[in-house]
């Protein structure tokens, strides 16, 4: 069994760095964030006309064919520049949905565009605060007519569609999808800790809806579909961790006080191997939901999980350390810690809290154990 990733991952991870070095300098956050745009359109161009959109899209539909593991290589490198694109809710849930659940009409019609860069898709699950369950979910479609609020919805500002989780008449959680700009849909923005992954509120009043009748109905679907996307957004924080640590580092090499380098004092060289060592646990484990993701195993959900709660706490820890090395000018609006910090947060509750998955991972590891009893 073997966690790494191939040469031709490892070259497509070189080829992705020096694109967004390049393209998503700290400069172009920051232009997102102060200014009015949500995203970085001219940066979500480049990345459709390069094929990252389409990373894990079947050849037949437009895309690349790369897989998963192509995927988790791009998260993490996303990750690292904090790029403000709607790459996660589109590629690692709206079109994991269509590619999953999507009957082969509804492939063929939504997956080229999405591989394409043409259109931006949104996964609408939350009805406001608390972790994902069936029971949460009150939105509901009535003769092909959804009904409901969904918030927050991440880049549900800007999508052109949402892959809607919503009862049926029979009351069993489906997928749908949702054009946004149809009559009956209203949305609002939210106003959140990183404006970069912008949220909204969406409401669905009588609106069109089209069932994703491809695949299973129920509970389980939405929740395989959270754990393909926890795999996915743990690369994005392991990048976003590592960032930090190199962050840190280079400040702390630089920073003189006392005649020496404060890397040289015993505090900040502690500080700095936490943070290097919880990144490479975080992704350990991240590399460890690759396999699982890339080879549909059955250890996906406490792969996920696993991955999930390390790259969370990882990123989380890593992006505090980092200001706190920067000292008094690591609070400042001019460093760039607080870009990183901002994500952090954000990350950490997009598909539930690290409570969340922390309970999960406890289920996951207990259902596995038993299984392993059994046998």
């Not at 989780?165 to 949305?187: C, E, Q, S, W």
């Not at 409401?203 to 109905?217: Q, R, T, W």
């Not at 690591?330 to 990350?347: K, N, Q, S, V």
């Amino acid at each position: 069994m073997n966690f790494d990733f191939s040469e031709d991952m490892d070259m497509l991870r070189e080829q992705a760095r020096r694109m967004l070095q390049q393209k998503c300098p700290t400069s172009a956050v920051r232009r997102v964030l102060e200014g009015k745009d949500t995203f970085d359109r001219k940066l979500w161009k480049e990345i459709a006309q390069v094929g990252w959109t389409g990373t894990a899209i079947p050849e037949a539909y437009g895309g690349a064919g790369l897989g998963y593991e192509g995927l988790c290589v791009l998260a993490e490198e996303l990750g690292r520049v904090a790029a403000p694109v709607p790459f996660a809710s589109s590629v690692y849930l709206a079109t994991e949905a269509i590619l999953a659940h999507g009957t082969d009409a509804q492939k063929a019609a939504w997956l080229p565009r999405l591989a394409a860069g043409e259109v931006i898709g949104a996964f609408a699950l939350a009805e406001g605060l608390g972790n994902p369950a069936a029971a949460a979910v009150h939105a509901r479609v009535e003769g092909g007519r959804l009904s409901g609020t969904k918030w927050p919805v991440m880049d549900g500002g800007i999508a052109d569609f949402a892959v809607v989780v919503a009862n049926d008449d029979a009351g069993t959680p489906a997928l749908y999808l949702v054009d946004l700009a149809a009559a009956g849909v209203t949305r609002a923005p939210l106003e959140t800790v990183d404006p970069t992954r912008a949220q909204a509120r969406i409401v669905f009043e009588a609106a069109p809806a089209e069932k994703l009748a491809g695949g299973e109905a129920g509970w389980a679907p939405v929740e395989r579909l959270l754990c393909k996307a926890a795999v996915l957004l743990a690369f994005e924080q392991v990048g976003g961790a590592a960032a930090c640590v190199e962050m840190g580092t280079a400040y702390a090499k630089e920073r003189i006080a006392f005649g020496r380098p404060i890397g040289s004092f015993q505090a900040i060289k502690h500080k700095l191997a936490d943070m290097y060592t919880a990144t490479e646990l975080a992704r350990s484990n991240a590399y460890y939901g690759a396999w699982a993701l890339d080879a549909d195993a059955p250890e996906l959900p406490l792969a996920a999980a696993a991955a999930s709660v390390s790259a969370t706490e990882a990123f989380r820890f890593a992006s505090r350390e980092n200001i706190q090395t920067h000292g008094g000018m690591g609070f400042t609006w001019e460093l760039d810690c607080h870009l990183y910090f901002r994500r952090a947060g954000t990350l950490a509750m997009q598909l539930g809290s690290v409570a969340y998955w922390k309970d999960r991972l406890v289920t996951c590891w207990a259902d596995s154990s038993a299984a392993g009893a059994a046998n």
